[in-house]
Nanobody
Framework: EVQLVESGGGLVQAGGSLRLSCAAS????????MTWFRQAPGKEREEVSC????????YYADSVKGRFTISSDNAKNAVYLQMNSLKPEDTAVYYC???????????WGQGTQVTVSS
C-alpha cells in the first residue's frame, strides 16, 4: 500500500521558515518523481516543486524560486521542502504526491497546513 505522510506544517510569521517532510512507503522511491503541491482557500491546487530522486533533478514554480528548496533522502524514502522567506501568500495546505514524472500524480498525501501571518 502506497503511503505518503506529510509533517512540519504550522504557523509562522512572514519572513520565517518551515521545513516540510514527506515520508513515503509502499513503492520504489527511486523510480518515481515526488512533487509538492499546495492549495490555498478558494484557489486551485498548484504545483510548487518537484524532485526526481533517481538523479536529483529539481523543478520549482516561479513563485517560490530562490526561497524554497526541495531535497530527498533516498535511504529514508523521504522528501523535504525547506521554505524560507515565507510570505502570507504562501499560506495553503501543502500536499506531497508521487507519480511517474514530475507533476503527474498517482498518489497523494493527506496534506499539512502552512499559515504565514503578516
Amino acid at each position: 500500500e502506497v503511503q505518503l505522510v506529510e509533517s512540519g506544517g504550522g504557523l509562522v510569521q512572514a519572513g520565517g521558515s518551515l521545513r516540510l517532510s514527506c515520508a513515503a512507503s509502499g513503492f520504489a522511491f527511486d523510480d518515481y518523481a515526488m512533487t509538492w503541491f499546495r492549495q490555498a482557500p478558494g484557489k486551485e491546487r498548484e504545483e510548487v516543486s518537484c524532485i526526481r530522486p533517481s538523479d536529483g533533478s529539481t523543478y520549482y514554480a516561479d513563485s517560490v524560486k530562490g526561497r524554497f528548496t526541495i531535497s530527498s533522502d533516498n535511504a529514508k524514502n523521504a522528501v523535504y521542502l525547506q521554505m524560507n522567506s515565507l510570505k502570507p501568500e504562501d499560506t495553503a495546505v501543502y500536499y506531497c504526491a508521487t507519480g511517474p514524472v514530475c507533476y503527474e500524480v498517482n498518489y497523494w498525501g493527506q496534506g499539512t497546513q502552512v499559515t504565514v501571518s503578516s
